[in-house]
Each structure stands twice: as structure tokens, then as C-alpha cells.
């Protein structure tokens, strides 16, 4: 995520005024300004594919793009209709396998015989003059009559670089992504703690989320738009469940696992929670064991059904119910996913029942991008009217486990990715964790924000030792 303390001068830099309002800078939601930030952002991606995003990004808008030898130095055709002439020049560095910095730089260039950039005013610390990286430039062509001359960042192409990087849509595997051999389990709270019976083991509560109880009604169904693949989540989950059970109502947590594991769920719920339970389990499962797991069989995922366990072992009246389609997708799978959820309530109609999907399967009013798409929480929100609520998650920036789809290798990819909020959704840092209703429903169809600040990665709950590429896998936007 963010190397603290790194300030974007790091390059040892100086350079000349910024002479473009914004470019160097970056909108502050906090103090309603565009300032200068003053850390770099570390992303979690191989440092060659974020130079291929900025080199994509480039030549969408009509840019040339060269590589200089090495391959982590770029620079691109020049700007037009800037006078002097400008250039963008790209510096990535790899932290490790999959950390990666990248600078993004406008390269101005000066008529031949005129002023240096140590001549110049006004330095500000993101700038880079190219004295003091002459080596970095020495192969940039250069243009009759005019010689490079110093560069500013350009926060506005590196913006579009982290929404790329972490605001990309997560996808569900929903098809053609077969069980593998069951090699090894994931799970903190399997065996023993302390020496105590793993049934005698109260679960991990933790402290209330603040605004929450509101919510609790008998009857009553909440919605969660899920960040798939992070810990932050479930452990709200719990919390929440936690203190609905504390007021003695019954509680009913719906999942997206495909329905047909439900008979595995109530077998384990059962149980007293054993290596073995677990075992059995995981081993019975088409889901926890894909070849490809998305968020949705995350470590802590697994953690939430073994703290429901628990919660039922300690006199807790909790249901775990499994509301997700087996193999369809669109707007059958939403349908299906609606019918289980609704079925689910229906059994324990005096239950409040707390929904974890993906954010737009969460939304209780339609999408704009596609006015056939009818999501799950329209369809609940339909059928049972005013108990239904809906909430999606404010968060800082933090990681995720999600699948992607690699545009570079034509393929989907499970791992470890920076997140990134929308300015809408971004907790400031004055916004403490907790519940946040709106006066009002929004156009999004969300009643309220479920702030958890930075967000960690959680992943699979069972991992193979390498994932073997599945039979058309069949992406589903979360």
C-alpha cells in the first residue's frame, strides 16, 4: 500500500514552477484543495503490468509509446500543440514480485542556448530536473533546436493509473471452474485454543458496530455491499451478529455459496467444529475447493461460518444459509440468488436476516449501465418492501484477494490486488468506524454507509498449490 514518509522528491529532484494547475496535484476531499501528495503509492502488481496500464493509457489517447532497454522506462510522442514541447517519460521500479512504483513525468524541453532549470524559481518537490538524472534521459530523442530541460509529475495520468490498477471491477466464477484435490486447509480457528474443546470456544466477537442496532428488527433484512476478498467484512458480520443475538433475536447470516453446499453447512453448523469437521467440509465441497476461488471462499469467509458455529454452540438461535446460483449467470443468477435469500426468510420469518453479495447484487434500485440488469436486492427489496435495507462499505485504500480478468494474457487472474475507494465511497480520515445512515435513499439504492477503514486481503480459506487453468471459466461482476 502506501510507503509512509515517501515524498514524491525521493528522486533527489528539482525542477522548475508548476505552470498547469492540477497536473502536479491531487484533489483533497478533506480540505477541498488540490495539493501535492506526499507519498508514493506502492501497487500490488507486477511492476511490468502497471507500465503496460500507463502504456495503454497513452496510447488510447493517441500517444507513441517507446521502451527504453531494460523495460521499466517509457516515453512517449510529444504533446501536441504545447509550446515548448512537451513529453511524457514513465519510471517504474519493481519493490518485489508484485510491488511495483511508477512515476509518471512531463518532460519539457527548452530552445537550445536558453535557461537552465537550475535557473529557474519556484521549485516544488514533485518536480525532477533532467541534470540530475541525465543518465535516466541520455536515449530520448531530442528535437531540432530544443534539448530536455526539467519535468513535473503528472498526478492526472497517475490518477487514471490507480483507478485502472484498483477501482477494476472483482469477478465472481461462476461456471466451468472445477473442484481440485483437496491439498490443504486454511483455518485460524480449527483445533485447539488454549487447550480448551474447540466446541467450548466462545466466538470472537469484538466490540459493536457503532449504529448498527437500529438496523435489528425481527423480520428485517440488511444487505451488505461485500468487498470481496478482505477480512474487514466478515469481521463486521460478526460483530453485527453478535450483538442482534445479544438482544435475543434470532438471526439468519446469507452467504453467496452456491445453495446446493447447504446440506454441507448445516452438516458442519452441526458439529463441534473439529480438524475433521473442517476436513469434511471442505473436502465435500465444489466451492471452497475451485480451482479458481474468488473473494467469496476467503479465509475469512470460513472464519464468519466457524463464528456462526460458535455463536449456535453458546445458546445463539443463528442460521447460516447458502443463496447463491449453482451455474447461472445475469440476470438468472440474480433471480436465483433473490428466490434462495427470499426462501431463506421465509423459513425464519422472524429472524433479521444480514446479506453478504457483491455491491451490485446488494443494490436495491436498477444499474445505469444496463436497463435489462435487475440485481438481487431490487428483487428482495420488491417482494418484502420496507423491512429490506441496504448498505454499501465506505474504506481507506487497502488490499483485496479477487480474481481479475488480465487484459495482457487474456485471462483471469485470483491474487492479491490494491483497492482503492471512489470519492464517494472514501472514509476520511475524521470518519470513524461505524454505521452512517443517509438522510434518504440514494439514486445507488443504498440507505447507508458501513465505514471499516483500510481494507486487508483475505485468501482462500483452501489453497491449491498452483491453479490449473479451468474449462471456460465464466466471469461474473461482483
Same mark, same amino acid.
Given at each position: 500500500?502506501?510507503?509512509?514518509?515517501?515524498?514524491?522528491?525521493?528522486?533527489g #529532484?528539482?525542477?522548475?514552477?508548476?505552470?498547469?494547475?492540477?497536473?502536479?496535484?491531487?484533489?483533497?476531499?478533506?480540505?477541498?484543495?488540490?495539493?501535492?501528495?506526499?507519498?508514493?503509492?506502492?501497487?500490488?502488481?507486477?511492476?511490468? +503490468?502497471?507500465?503496460?496500464?500507463?502504456?495503454?493509457?497513452?496510447?488510447?489517447?493517441?500517444? +507513441?509509446?517507446?521502451?527504453k532497454?531494460?523495460?521499466?522506462?517509457?516515453?512517449?510522442?510529444?504533446?501536441?500543440?504545447?509550446?515548448?514541447?512537451?513529453?511524457?517519460? %514513465?519510471?517504474?521500479?519493481r519493490?518485489?514480485?508484485?510491488?511495483?512504483?511508477?512515476?509518471?513525468?512531463?518532460?519539457?524541453?527548452?530552445?537550445?542556448?536558453?535557461?537552465?532549470?537550475a535557473?529557474?524559481?519556484?521549485?516544488?518537490?514533485?518536480?525532477?530536473?533532467?541534470?540530475? &538524472?541525465?543518465?535516466?534521459?541520455?536515449? %530520448?530523442?531530442?528535437?531540432?533546436?530544443?534539448?530536455?530541460?526539467?519535468?513535473?509529475?503528472?498526478?492526472?495520468?497517475?490518477?487514471?493509473?490507480?483507478?485502472?490498477?484498483? &477501482?477494476?471491477?472483482?469477478?465472481?466464477?461462476?461456471?466451468?471452474?472445477?473442484?481440485?484435490?483437496?491439498?490443504?486447509?486454511?483455518?485460524?480457528?480449527?483445533?485447539?485454543?488454549?487447550?480448551?474443546?474447540?466446541a467450548? %470456544?466462545?466466538?470472537?466477537?469484538?466490540?459493536?458496530?457503532?449504529?448498527?442496532?437500529?438496523?435489528?428488527?425481527?423480520?428485517?433484512?440488511?444487505?451488505?455491499?461485500?468487498?470481496?476478498?478482505?477480512q474487514?467484512?466478515?469481521?463486521?458480520?460478526?460483530?453485527?451478529?453478535?450483538?442482534?443475538?445479544?438482544?435475543?433475536?434470532?438471526?439468519?447470516?446469507?452467504?453467496?455459496?452456491?445453495?446446493?453446499?447447504?446440506?454441507?453447512?448445516?452438516?458442519?453448523?452441526?458439529?463441534?467444529?473439529?480438524?475433521?469437521?473442517?476436513?469434511?467440509?471442505?473436502?465435500?465441497?465444489?466451492?471452497?475447493?475451485?480451482?479458481y476461488?474468488?473473494?467469496?471462499?476467503?479465509?475469512?469467509?470460513?472464519?464468519?461460518?466457524?463464528?456462526a458455529?460458535?455463536?449456535r454452540?453458546?445458546?445463539?438461535?443463528?442460521?447460516?444459509?447458502?443463496?447463491d446460483?449453482?451455474?447461472?449467470?445475469?440476470?438468472?443468477?440474480?433471480?436465483?440468488?433473490?428466490?434462495?435469500?427470499?426462501?431463506?426468510?421465509?423459513?425464519?420469518?422472524?429472524?433479521?436476516?444480514?446479506?453478504?453479495?457483491?455491491?451490485?447484487?446488494?443494490?436495491?434500485?436498477?444499474?445505469?449501465?444496463?436497463?435489462?440488469?435487475?440485481? &438481487?436486492?431490487?428483487?428482495?427489496?420488491?417482494?418484502?418492501?420496507?423491512?429490506?435495507?441496504?448498505?454499501?462499505?465506505?474504506?481507506?485504500r487497502?488490499?483485496?484477494?479477487?480474481?481479475?480478468?488480465?487484459v495482457? +494474457?487474456?485471462?483471469?487472474? #485470483?491474487?492479491?490486488?490494491? %483497492?482503492?475507494?471512489?470519492?464517494?465511497?472514501?472514509?476520511?480520515?475524521?470518519q470513524?468506524a461505524?454505521?452512517?445512515?443517509?438522510?434518504?435513499?440514494?439514486?445507488?439504492?443504498?440507505?447507508?454507509?458501513l465505514?471499516?477503514?483500510a481494507?486487508?486481503?483475505?485468501?482462500?480459506?483452501?489453497?491449491?498449490?498452483?491453479?490449473?487453468?479451468?474449462?471456460?471459466?465464466?466471469?461474473?461482476?461482483?
Amino acid at each position: 500500500m502506501r510507503r509512509l514518509g515517501m515524498v514524491l522528491g525521493l528522486l533527489g #529532484c528539482v525542477g522548475c514552477a508548476t505552470l498547469t494547475r492540477g497536473i502536479d496535484t491531487q484533489y483533497n476531499p478533506e480540505t477541498g484543495r488540490y495539493e501535492t501528495p506526499t507519498h508514493e503509492l506502492v501497487y500490488q502488481v507486477p511492476v511490468e +503490468d502497471a507500465l503496460m496500464t500507463v502504456r495503454y493509457l497513452l496510447e488510447k489517447d493517441h500517444y +507513441d509509446v517507446m521502451e527504453k532497454e531494460g523495460g521499466l522506462e517509457l516515453f512517449s510522442s510529444f504533446i501536441p500543440e504545447v509550446i515548448p514541447p512537451e513529453r511524457y517519460y %514513465i519510471k517504474g521500479e519493481r519493490l518485489g514480485p508484485r510491488q511495483a512504483l511508477v512515476r509518471v513525468f512531463r518532460l519539457r524541453y527548452s530552445a537550445e542556448g536558453g535557461a537552465s532549470s537550475a535557473e529557474v524559481s519556484g521549485r516544488t518537490r514533485d518536480q525532477v530536473s533532467v541534470p540530475a &538524472m541525465s543518465e535516466a534521459f541520455n536515449n %530520448i530523442p531530442g528535437l531540432e533546436g530544443y534539448r530536455p530541460a526539467h519535468g513535473y509529475r503528472d498526478m492526472s495520468v497517475e490518477q487514471k493509473l490507480l483507478e485502472r490498477l484498483e &477501482m477494476a471491477p472483482a469477478l465472481e466464477l461462476v461456471d466451468g471452474n472445477p473442484p481440485v484435490p483437496l491439498r490443504s486447509v486454511v483455518m485460524e480457528s480449527a483445533g485447539e485454543e488454549g487447550g480448551a474443546p474447540v466446541a467450548a %470456544i466462545a466466538p470472537a466477537c469484538g466490540a459493536p458496530v457503532e449504529g448498527a442496532s437500529s438496523l435489528f428488527a425481527a423480520g428485517g433484512v440488511l444487505l451488505v455491499a461485500d468487498p470481496l476478498g478482505t477480512q474487514e467484512v466478515p469481521s463486521a458480520a460478526l460483530r453485527m451478529l453478535c450483538e442482534a443475538t445479544a438482544q435475543a433475536l434470532p438471526v439468519t447470516l446469507a452467504l453467496s455459496i452456491p445453495v446446493s453446499e447447504q446440506p454441507l453447512l448445516e452438516r458442519y453448523l452441526a458439529s463441534d467444529g473439529a480438524s475433521s469437521a473442517v476436513q469434511d467440509l471442505l473436502s465435500g465441497s465444489a466451492f471452497w475447493r475451485r480451482a479458481y476461488q474468488d473473494g467469496r471462499s476467503s479465509r475469512a469467509m470460513l472464519w464468519l461460518v466457524e463464528q456462526a458455529r460458535r455463536l449456535r454452540v453458546s445458546g445463539k438461535d443463528v442460521a447460516v444459509a447458502a443463496i447463491d446460483a449453482d451455474r447461472a449467470q445475469g440476470n438468472e443468477r440474480e433471480a436465483q440468488m433473490a428466490q434462495h435469500l427470499l426462501n431463506a426468510q421465509a423459513k425464519r420469518p422472524q429472524s433479521w436476516t444480514l446479506v453478504l453479495a457483491g455491491s451490485v447484487h446488494a443494490r436495491t434500485t436498477e444499474v445505469n449501465w444496463d436497463g435489462d440488469f435487475e440485481p &438481487m436486492g431490487v428483487r428482495v427489496a420488491r417482494a418484502l418492501s420496507s423491512s429490506v435495507r441496504a448498505l454499501d462499505v465506505g474504506f481507506q485504500r487497502g488490499t483485496q484477494f479477487v480474481c481479475r480478468y488480465d487484459v495482457w +494474457d487474456e485471462d483471469v487472474e #485470483c491474487n492479491v490486488f490494491g %483497492i482503492s475507494p471512489t470519492l464517494e465511497a472514501r472514509q476520511a480520515s475524521t470518519q470513524a468506524a461505524g454505521l452512517k445512515l443517509f438522510t434518504s435513499q440514494q439514486p445507488h439504492g443504498f440507505h447507508g454507509r458501513l465505514y471499516l477503514g483500510a481494507l486487508t486481503a483475505s485468501p482462500p480459506g483452501l489453497q491449491a498449490p498452483r491453479q490449473p487453468t479451468p474449462v471456460n471459466p465464466v466471469p461474473a461482476t461482483k
